[in-house]
């Protein structure tokens, strides 16, 4: 089981990105999902989640400018990042808490994709 991200880059102060994120593997069931940075020399922070159902969750700092959404028969998740400021600069990373048929059994599992990316420029 694995996660893939893509779409960081580079963009302007103000501009926009999006990111993708898709699971894939021995999949039985998917549950929360969410986007994590991590900026040089500091910790990882949450940026984003969202449940199964489609409840989010952000931090203060994204709110308003960040949406994240799911696609539940795509085992995607997604982020669309406006208004990006300078010290929305880091390393993003996705993440998933999901279920894992292996065999005739069942794992629940926290997995996380490579970081992606993503610079703003002042």
């Known amino acids: 089981v694995q996660l893939q991200a893509s779409g960081g880059g580079l963009v302007q102060t103000g501009g926009s990105l999006s990111l993708s994120c898709v699971a894939s593997g021995s999949i039985f069931s998917l549950n929360d999902m969410g986007w994590y940075r991590q900026a040089p020399g500091k910790q990882r922070e949450l940026v984003a989640t969202i449940t199964s159902g489609g409840r989010t969750n952000y931090a203060d700092s994204v709110k308003g400018r960040f949406t994240i959404s799911r696609d539940n028969t795509k085992n995607a998740v997604y982020l669309k990042m406006n208004s990006l400021k300078p010290e929305d600069t880091a390393v993003y990373y996705c993440?998933?808490?999901?279920?894992?048929?292996?065999?005739?059994?069942?794992?629940?599992?926290?997995?996380w994709g490579e970081g992606t990316q993503v610079t703003v420029s002042s």
């Open positions: 993440n998933a808490d999901l279920t894992s048929l292996q065999g005739d059994q069942l794992h629940g599992m926290v997995i």
